[in-house]
């Protein structure tokens, strides 16, 4: 049966569900019922039409209309009858206040932004993480399709059946114990990382652990050496601490430095050296060397990144630089975002021993922390060799789509564009472009035609940044990287054609 409030509702939510694609449709369904008693169009005392009645009149569940009726009676707005029907309520709640717009949040004349805090404007501003997260040639994914999700998914299925409940719990002590063991044992045998179970704590993602080194050992105005240019998460994570940045320029060895005694050593010196991001060399052997023993005679704290240490595609791996010199100030850091997948957000921190129990303590203190079901799938799948299988699999599948990335940059643009510091590993190429080149426009232009090429500039602290495109490779397979391929290459040509 059609019913009055059938006919205002139905195409109300019509409208919405178009507006709102990624809303639940009861959450929908709930707004528009809200919104039409608080404007009048449901005065006091209309009853609702029957459940059935409108999931037929919109083309919805009944027990997606039940669910909105349940949060209107649970928040005042209607009461139910037992077996008379839902009605509007005669006094209904104010609107939350905190809607866009609303003069009590943002007072005419003043930004957002003017209202945020310092730190929270340090947060928001200039944040560079796209809203695209996968697709050619976006760079740090790895191919998420290639995951062997139903073994994980196995495991964690009779895992969560046999742990006790404590697993469910908070986490605390750093994470999986049995986790901290398998990655002892992974990390000393692939990473030659000198380390016990006991000075690992799993973190959610590098990002965290980048943020609880930065509070657990860094006072606001202290500085820290990063590499220029170098991964702008690391340096958000410092600045909204409140650690001054001194980037420090990259050559072929890696992250280039004063050896000899400087007026204020650095708190801290962030490097990748397996696989410098972005450009790409490894640290030299005497730069490593030279580090450390700064570290060791300054009291400075080396944080090694190793995010994508296990994709060297050619030579051996290059082994930890927290391995060299056991008992330097060296904190390691890993993650499962490039072998598994970023959105497990799993990330693994190897402290020096005096040191760990204060590093687990803070993690609990501001995380709280969990995913130990997670960690104890992601500790079996280790133990049982299938972890070490997987990243194997895909370095033969990724050496392979750089490969076919170069052959297509070779034979659109010449040779000599991929960038000098390449050292044939990890998921992306550098290109440069010739200097003077606008990369961001390029970029730009790439991005309104469907693809994705971040431009290398952006990654550069200082104002002399060289222009090139950073291309991801290991989420594209070969037989889908020559379209977006062409669009890149277009993009460059039209660009360095009108340079000219
Ligand atoms: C150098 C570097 N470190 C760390 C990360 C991120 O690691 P996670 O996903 O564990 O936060 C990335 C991601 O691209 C990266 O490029």
Known sequence: MKSISGDLIAPRLARLRQEKTAVAVNR??????????????????????????????????RNTVMHAYEQLIAEGYTRGLTGSGTYVAERIPDLPPLKPGNPAVAPAGKSVAGRLSRRGRKVVMGAQAQ??????????????????????A??????????????LSYATNGGYARLHQSLAVYLRQARSVVCEPGQIVVTEGVHQAIDL????????????????PGYWGTRSILEINGIRLKPMPVDAEGMRFPIQATARPPRFAFVTPSHQYPLGPVMSLSRRLDLLNFAAQHGTWVVEDDY???????????????????????????????????????AYMVVP??????????????????HMLQQAALAEFMDSGQYAAHIRRMRLIYAARRAYLIQLVEQSLGPGWVHEYDSNAGLHLVLALPPGTDDVAIAAEAAARGVIARPLSIYYFGRNPSPGLILAFASVPQEEMLAPWQVVARCILEAVAKKR
Do not use: N
């Open 154 to 167: 196995q495991i964690t299925a009779r895992l969560s059946r046999e742990l006790p409940p404590s697993t």
């Open 308 to 346: 994508d240490s296990e994709f060297r595609f050619s030579g051996h791996p290059v082994a930890s630089l927290q391995g060299l010199l056991p008992g330097a100030p060296v904190i390691y850091v890993g993650t499962f975002s490039k072998t598994l997948y970023p959105g497990l957000r799993m």
């Open 28 to 61: 929908l369904l709930y707004e528009c019922l809200r919104d039409a008693i608080h404007d009048g169009s449901l005065p006091a005392g209309t009853r609702l039409p029957p459940t059935r009645d409108l999931a037929a009149e919109a083309g919805i569940s």
């Open 353 to 370: 021993a005096p040191f760990a129990a204060a590093f687990r303590t803070a993690q609990s203190k501001l995380y709280r922390g969990g």
């Open 213 to 228: 080194i930065t509070r657990v050992l860094g006072d606001a105005g202290d500085h820290a050496w990063v590499e220029e």
């Open 131 to 152: 809203a695209t997260q996968w697709g050619a040639f976006l760079p740090g994914v790895p191919d998420v399709t290639q995951v062997p999700h139903a073994k994980l």
